[in-house]
């Protein structure tokens, strides 16, 4: 919260000074002082000073770079007190030049600064915003308050991402953030060059996406009549607090998320978490179910034995028209069809559920799952889409070769992916768990679960670890997750997110030569920025002792 504030009076001190006297330049940070780490940095003498009247011009390809161009001039407000100015037309001095470099590869970009001008290319215009992200980073008002230039040292930053994924996650389900908290959150990811959302729409304690030709699905399933109250010394179930909670996004809301995501060069991966976390869609129509119900959306948390019914046809079709309307959404090449957590006790009472193991041919209830999904793969790839599941997929039966394994119970799912031929996204729980908590001073702590995870041991995570140097490029690249059980509103889901998401940011960027002092110093330009841009983030990573030991929580 107390950041929050600081960000309002920095805002306010922002519209002052504009009108008023404006502070001197802030003194050189290190050219190289950015996070992530880029792969390359030459310094050489002087510096370009980036005024607030300095424009950011459009050398070609305006189509791609004009909308990039125009979200970094947005995103200079905090540090300028108002928007820089977008020109097309030939390079020039005294501006902040852009151009694509097609021989580059999409994501890679190099940044020559010299006294008189800043020139920046990209293999792409992602390229290019990610070295506008990195620009960013040197404009440090390290007072908290906007400035009328900004020192940027001379040289050359040459760039690119060690992994082609790096992506965040959302649960919406279990705590509904609105579609202007999911913005503001996409653009914390992208200050960070993560490239990927992973948006979980649906879980047992609520449905969050419209789906026109079935209305139940938000008229009753994005609706529980409570929420689970835990007694916060003791972390005792205290029961449901009886107090209705819901929402959803309407198919235009989730477009303009969608579409605000592509212009920050971000992909949403929607999930529909399938056959199990699916009490929400069965409380809206129970006939997807074994039992048939009566059920209710979960006002608990945890992992539920009623689940989809793969012996009716109808799950299918439901399914498959819920899906049907999700790509008209979600362009992305990947959907998530979950496949998690899914207790096998309603199938094996099924009559329909064991009349479907005979007539198949399967061994039993697992690969009654390995049938669901495998069914719901081949309609997506009939469809021209391809599945992510978590690591269960990799049960039974296994899962076809086109599926992208997300490994979250430990590195195994991925090893085992990577070893069979499949690609995998690394999630480990003891790394990757943003509703894990970060400091040990738990008392002082907002609520959270599971284990402890400080950004010292995101920052230690090796995707490749137990990889094969033959089968590294099966591994797409790290991921964090952050479930919503306990996070209630957008200053703890920033507090949970940062500076995490920093540490992880640089596992998916860099590979090798980590030096976690040395990312600590860095982080203080990126804290700066965390403090300007009115962020709550979690400080046990910048609290020292006088003796320079690491403070609490490291
Ligand atoms: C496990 S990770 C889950 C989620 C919970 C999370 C809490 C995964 C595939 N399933 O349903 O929210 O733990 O940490």
């Known amino acids: 919260m107390r950041k929050l504030f600081t960000g309002c009076i920095a805002a306010l001190t922002a519209a002052l000074i504009v009108s008023c006297a404006s502070p001197a330049p802030e003194p050189a940070a290190n050219l190289g002082d950015i996070v992530p780490r880029p792969i390359s940095v030459n310094t050489s003498e ?32 905090p540090v300028f007190g108002k928007e820089l100015r977008v020109k097309a037309g030939k390079a020039r001095k005294n501006a902040v030049n852009l151009s694509i470099n097609s021989v580059m590869q999409p994501e890679e970009y190099v940044m020559e600064v010299k006294p008189d001008r800043i020139d920046i290319s990209g293999g792409s215009a992602t390229g290019v915003f990610w070295a506008l992200q990195s620009l ?39 705590h509904f953030f609105t579609p202007d908290e999911v913005k503001r959150y996409i653009d914390i990811l992208a200050m960070h060059k ?14 969050r996406v419209e789906i026109k030709a079935l209305p139940l699905l938000t008229e009753v399933g994005s609706i529980r009549s409570g929420t689970l109250v835990v007694e916060k010394e003791t972390r005792r179930w205290l029961g ?14 989730i477009r303009d998320v969608v579409a605000h995501a592509a212009s920050r060069h971000i992909t949403v991966i929607p999930e529909v978490d399938m056959p199990g976390h699916m009490e929400a869609a069965l409380t809206a129509y129970p006939e997807l179910g074994c039992t048939g119900g009566p059920y209710e959306v979960e006002k608990l948390f945890g ?26 959404l979600f362009p992305s090449e990947y959907i998530h069809l979950g496949g998690d957590e899914c207790p ?62 997300m490994s979250w119970r430990g590195p195994e799912g991925g090893q085992t992916a990577a070893k069979q031929g499949n690609y995998a996204i690394m999630v480990p729980y003891s790394y990757c768990y943003f509703d894990y908590y970060q400091s040990q001073d738990k008392a002082n702590e907002p609520y959270s679960i599971g284990g402890y995870v400080p950004v010292e041991k995101v920052y230690s995570l090796d995707p490749y670890d137990g990889i094969a140097e033959e089968h590294r490029h099966y591994i797409w690249g790290p991921q964090a ?8 509103s957008e200053a703890h889901l920033q507090y949970m997110l940062l500076p995490r998401l920093a540490a992880l940011a640089e596992v998916g960027w860099t590979y090798g030569g980590r030096d976690y002092e040395d990312f600590r110093r860095r982080m203080d330009n990126m804290a700066a920025m965390y403090d300007i841009c ?21």
């Open 46 to 77: 002087g510096q370009f000073i980036m005024k607030r009247a300095t424009p950011v011009v459009v050398t070609g390809e305006r189509g791609k770079l004009l909308p990039t161009a125009e979200v970094f001039a947005g995103q200079a407000v």
């Open 136 to 174: 960013r980073q040197l404009m440090v008002p390290a007072n908290g308050v906007p400035h009328d230039s900004y020192y940027i040292p001379a040289g050359r930053i040459a760039d690119r991402p060690e992994f082609r994924y790096r992506g965040m996650h959302l649960d919406v389900a279990r």
């Open 194 to 207: 993560i490239n990927t959302l992973h948006w979980h729409l649906t879980d047992d304690q609520g449905w």
């Open 240 to 253: 449901d607090d009886g107090i209705p909670y819901g929402g959803y996004y309407t198919q235009d809301e």
């Open 303 to 328: 992992v539920f034995d009623d689940v989809l019914c793969p012996g009716n046809d109808k799950c299918f079709d439901v399914m498959q028209s819920v899906l049907g309307e999700m790509l008209e």
């Open 344 to 405: 096998k006790v309603r199938w094996e009472k099924c009559p329909k559920c064991q009349a479907r193991i005979k007539a198949e041919g399967l061994k039993d209830e697992h690969e009654l799952q390995n049938y669901f999904m495998e069914r719901m793969e081949k309609w997506l790839a009939e469809h021209g889409r391809k599945m992510i599941g978590w690591d269960e997929i990799l049960e039974g039966s296994g899962t076809s070769k086109d599926a992208v394994v």
């Open 481 to 488: 997750n952050m479930w919503s059980e306990y996070i209630l």
């Open 534 to 554: 009115g962020y709550n983030y979690a400080t046990h990573m910048f609290e020292a002792d006088a003796d320079g030991d690491p403070g609490e929580g490291i």
